[in-house]
């Protein structure tokens, strides 16, 4: 299982690094939903893996004794919350780039600015 | 003495302040100045004869050993004396000189602050701290040969020198932290203290040499003299100030305040000396056939700091009594002569000796300053300069072993030094006057006469008086950096004896060189064009494109690395992680191990395979909703994950996050264009060949990851408190709201902050 897991974790990873090299903004903001969510996995797998094991006081994990690490879960949770933030915003500012300048191509905001900088010099 | 340096300070900023009234007497304001801070240091020479020693400290850093603290001895007092004496000359001379230029109150405030950060460093004990004042020295200088903004060739000149002095000014940084290890302070006295150890540890030469590069910087020594004429750029105060008491003498000061923990050894003797040497030449060589009377005066500063650095490299008694006597005779004389210079610019609109001529009669004042400061400068008696130039011939004549090279070059250079300083008298007073420009009358009453006058005549009254400098001043300066000097007997006549002969000697040759060089015209120009032609190789102009050169470099260089392009940044950033955990795990020769493997249940491997499924779809699909939805199955797929290993908050709030998400992807998609190819075929499968190396050694991390332990007292901390503590059972739920709750409250503001961000976005007409 285990191993399984780790390769969807590779799989998440790859996907996030191609979409982050994209051009488009919306994939590229996908692109960082997926890293987060690939670091997510990353962590909470970190913490040992018991199926079904929820980390509760008194209660037995299916396999035992053994209470799952509370300590990876705390962690992911407010992860998960600041990457709804991080995406939340860069999507609001992407609306925002998209109204101003008509376009969704990252590599045209940086001839934006070059145009932008020549008006200023004149 | 503290007192005077913050005076220095709350003046430059007072003359600001100054009702209107005064205002047109700034420089005259600082001049007083200059005048009281004068007068407390001749207050202070009894004292100093006596041998004290007058120090003031301010704890400031102690950790780092960083104290302020001041020191005045023979010295420091000889340069305090004449920073501030010919400092006031030099703002009297200002007030006269500057009065039609704009910008004066910026010019005396940097002027000023000069003369304070000057006066600092003359005072400083602790070498650091001695740094920092050089540091300000150069830096003001820059600011004041730049006055002249509006002219390209100021700014370069400007450049060069702060380029030349800074420069040094960080080698000489380096040198004091290399030394100060040695004894472990940057005290002066604690490394006088320990002199023996500096000089027989291995850091000695490196430490030497990288001081002595600050030294020959800020004292314009071959090869870097060229910046010291380009200085002539700046207004004439200036350069008379800069080439006489200060700046230049920077180097000077520097090497003499060493000396008792340095000097004293070969290395010293031979770098120095040959530096010295090559500079006192060359100076007054290319001196002789310039035209130009800031110029002429300018390569003679060059020869002047050359005898002074050669005589410190000599190292005898006599040697440095005779530097510390020329110091006085070249200070004296050559803020005079540019300031003469200045006034002549100023009468007859011009600087070049084609124009001018014949003043001796309409200017009969100034004909007889310029003669007695230029006859100090020959060295002619009964100048003080004719007092400098014999002990410094009997310094010379003294010397063993290499002494004749240098008793030669020495007579060589003196003997044009008198042509120059005859030339210079002959060519704007004596001969016949051959333009048409207008005759210039003298003014006697401005200052801009005075001010070199007093200077002139405290040159006669020195040469035929010596014994009020010789017993009192040089004597207790000698004092200080040599050991156990003797007495200095100062004498206009010596009688006949060799050193006589060869002053007579040089002064006859000079005379007969300067008949030839104004007589027969053709035999200048030829040395002139020849001179021409060795100057075209000019370090000044190489040593400029090499400046452009370098900004060049870091120009084109700038443009490769800083592209513009968002996401060829974000690929540098990824294959050079991936390169570097690849790398780590090559090196490391980690062995991957894979605990428990266990079976996999039917619906968590149709699960992942699910997941699999929507991250390829969301990255290859054409249709936006297409992704977006992928994109909400690989989160809630996510979720289930964490509901398979007991995870319930994790699924909880991944769950209500991703909802969140694909609603509001939604909402800005329907504004979006659809999708474009913006890639061609290469840069995709690049891209994902990238993409899959990263991943690939991403599922080794995690695999290795899962062997790792991580502190379990932290976890056990919690899991035991949960429910006696924070009365709960759900651990990661009282975590998060009852053990970290601060935490929880700061990631609250973090989505704070977001929303409110995002609803400021989203406002509709909102400016961008």
């Given at each position: ?122 | ?106 010019f005396?405030?940097f002027l000023?602050?000069f003369?304070?950060?000057m ?15 050089w540091e300000l020295t150069s830096v003001l200088s820059f600011l004041l040969i730049t006055f002249f903004h509006e002219k390209e060739e100021a700014r370069k000149a400007a450049f060069q020198s702060l380029y030349i002095t800074a420069f040094g000014g960080l080698s000489l940084l380096a040198g ?32 030497l040499l990288l001081i002595l590069l600050g030294v020959v910087t800020k004292s314009a020594q071959f090869p870097f003299h060229f910046w010291l004429p380009g200085a002539m750029q700046a207004p004439t105060p200036v350069s008379s100030y800069l080439h006489s008491a200060t700046m230049v003498k920077a180097g000077f000061f520097l090497l ?14 031979y770098i120095i000396s040959s530096v010295g040497v090559i500079t006192m030449f060359m100076g007054v060589y290319f001196a002789v056939t310039k035209t130009e009377l800031k110029s002429i005066l300018a390569y003679t500063t060059i020869n002047a700091l050359g005898v002074l650095v050669l005589l410190m490299g ?9 530097a510390?006597?020329f110091l006085?005779?070249h200070a004296?004389y050559k803020a005079t002569l540019f300031m003469v210079a200045g006034?002549i610019d100023k009468?007859a609109g011009t600087k070049e000796f084609s124009s001018l001529g ?12 310029t003669?007695?400061s230029a006859?100090?400068m020959a ?26 090279v240098i008793?030669v070059i020495g007579v060589a250079a003196n003997i044009l030094l008198v042509a120059v300083s005859l030339t210079f008298i002959y060519r704007i007073?004596?001969v016949?006057?051959?333009t ?73 040759a000079g005379?007969?060189l300067t008949?030839l060089m104004n007589?027969k015209q053709m035999l200048l120009k030829n040395w002139q064009a020849f001179n021409e032609r060795i100057v075209r190789f000019s370090l000044s102009d190489k040593f400029l494109s090499g400046v452009d050169g370098f900004v060049g470099f870091a120009d084109k260089k ?211």
């Amino acid at each position: 299982m285990e191993i399984i897991m780790a390769i969807f974790v590779g799989i998440l990873y790859a996907a996030g690094v191609y979409l982050l090299l994209r051009r488009s903004i919306l994939k590229f903001i996908i692109g960082i939903l997926f890293f987060s969510n690939a670091t997510n996995l990353l962590v909470f797998l970190s913490a040992g893996l018991i199926p079904g094991g929820a980390a509760f006081v008194g209660e037995k994990s299916a396999n035992g004794t053994v209470l799952t690490d509370p300590l990876p879960q705390a962690l992911v949770l407010t992860a998960v919350v600041i990457g709804l933030g991080v995406v939340a915003f860069t999507l609001a500012l992407k609306y925002k780039y998209f109204e101003v300048s008509g376009t969704d191509d990252l590599d045209e905001m940086k001839q934006e600015k070059s145009e932008t900088n020549l008006k200023e010099e004149k | 003495m503290v007192v005077s340096l913050l005076l220095y300070l709350m003046f430059s900023i007072g003359i600001f302040f100054l009702p209107k009234i005064l205002r047109k007497y700034t420089s005259v304001w600082i001049a007083f100045l200059q005048v009281g801070v004068f007068s407390f240091f001749l207050t202070r020479i009894p004292n100093i004869i006596n041998g004290e020693v007058l120090s003031a400290a301010i704890t400031w850093v102690p950790a780092l050993d960083l104290n302020l603290s001041f020191i005045l001895d023979g010295f420091s007092l000889s340069f305090a004396l004449l920073i501030s004496g010919i400092g006031a000359m030099v703002f009297f001379y200002a007030q006269a000189y500057m009065k039609k230029y704009a910008g004066t109150d910026r010019f005396i405030l940097f002027l000023t602050l000069f003369s304070g950060a000057m006066l600092g460093m003359v005072l400083s004990e602790n070498l650091i701290q001695l740094f920092i004042f050089w540091e300000l020295t150069s830096v003001l200088s820059f600011l004041l040969i730049t006055f002249f903004h509006e002219k390209e060739e100021a700014r370069k000149a400007a450049f060069q020198s702060l380029y030349i002095t800074a420069f040094g000014g960080l080698s000489l940084l380096a040198g004091i932290i290399l030394l100060g290890t040695i004894p472990g302070s940057y005290s002066l006295n604690e490394w006088i203290a320990s002199a023996e150890a500096i000089r027989e540890s291995s850091l000695y030469l490196p430490g030497l040499l990288l001081i002595l590069l600050g030294v020959v910087t800020k004292s314009a020594q071959f090869p870097f003299h060229f910046w010291l004429p380009g200085a002539m750029q700046a207004p004439t105060p200036v350069s008379s100030y800069l080439h006489s008491a200060t700046m230049v003498k920077a180097g000077f000061f520097l090497l003499a305040r060493l000396h008792p923990v340095l000097g004293g050894t070969s290395e010293w003797m031979y770098i120095i000396s040959s530096v010295g040497v090559i500079t006192m030449f060359m100076g007054v060589y290319f001196a002789v056939t310039k035209t130009e009377l800031k110029s002429i005066l300018a390569y003679t500063t060059i020869n002047a700091l050359g005898v002074l650095v050669l005589l410190m490299g000599i190292d005898t008694q006599l040697s440095i009594k005779a530097a510390l006597l020329f110091l006085f005779v070249h200070a004296l004389y050559k803020a005079t002569l540019f300031m003469v210079a200045g006034l002549i610019d100023k009468k007859a609109g011009t600087k070049e000796f084609s124009s001018l001529g014949g003043l001796a009669r309409t200017m009969p004042l100034t004909f007889v300053i310029t003669s007695l400061s230029a006859l100090s400068m020959a060295g002619i008696p009964p100048m003080l300069g004719f007092l400098g130039k014999e002990l410094i011939y009997e310094a010379k004549v003294q010397l063993p072993g290499i002494s004749s090279v240098i008793l030669v070059i020495g007579v060589a250079a003196n003997i044009l030094l008198v042509a120059v300083s005859l030339t210079f008298i002959y060519r704007i007073f004596l001969v016949k006057r051959t333009t048409d420009k207008p005759i210039p009358k003298e003014d006697r009453k401005s200052w801009l006469l005075l001010a070199p006058a007093m200077l002139a005549i405290l040159s006669l009254l020195f040469g035929l008086f010596p014994k009020i400098l010789g017993g009192t001043l040089i004597e207790s300066a000698l004092g200080s950096v040599i050991d156990g000097a003797g007495d200095v007997k100062l004498k206009l006549w010596h009688g006949f004896n060799d050193v006589f002969f060869l002053s007579l000697f040089t002064v006859v040759a000079g005379f007969m060189l300067t008949y030839l060089m104004n007589t027969k015209q053709m035999l200048l120009k030829n040395w002139q064009a020849f001179n021409e032609r060795i100057v075209r190789f000019s370090l000044s102009d190489k040593f400029l494109s090499g400046v452009d050169g370098f900004v060049g470099f870091a120009d084109k260089k700038t443009q490769i690395i800083q592209h513009g392009y968002h996401r060829y940044y974000i690929m540098t950033i990824m294959v050079l992680a991936a390169v570097a955990m690849w790398y780590q795990f090559y090196a490391s020769g980690a062995q991957l191990t894979i605990n428990n493997p266990g079976t996999i249940p039917y619906y968590m491997a149709g699960l992942v395979l699910v997941s699999v499924f929507a991250v390829v779809m969301a990255m290859f699909s054409r249709s936006r909703l297409a992704a977006i939805v992928a994109m909400g199955v690989v989160g809630y797929g996510i979720a289930l994950v964490f509901m398979y290993y007991g995870a319930i908050d994790l699924a909880i709030t991944q769950i209500l996050a991703e909802t969140l998400i694909v609603v509001l992807f939604v909402l800005v998609m329907q504004k979006m264009p659809r999708f474009l190819r913006l890639s061609d075929k290469k840069q995709r499968v690049r891209d994902l060949v990238i993409a899959i190396g990263f991943g690939t050694v991403m599922t080794l991390v995690t695999i290795q990851s899962m062997d790792i332990s991580l502190q379990p007292a932290i976890s056990d901390f919690f899991i035991e408190n949960s429910w006696s503590k924070a009365f709960g059972k759900n651990v990661v739920n009282v975590i998060l709201v009852d053990f970290r709750a601060m935490d929880t409250l700061g990631e609250i503001i973090v989505l704070a902050v977001a929303a409110l961000g995002v609803s400021m976005l989203l406002k509709k007409g909102g400016k961008a």
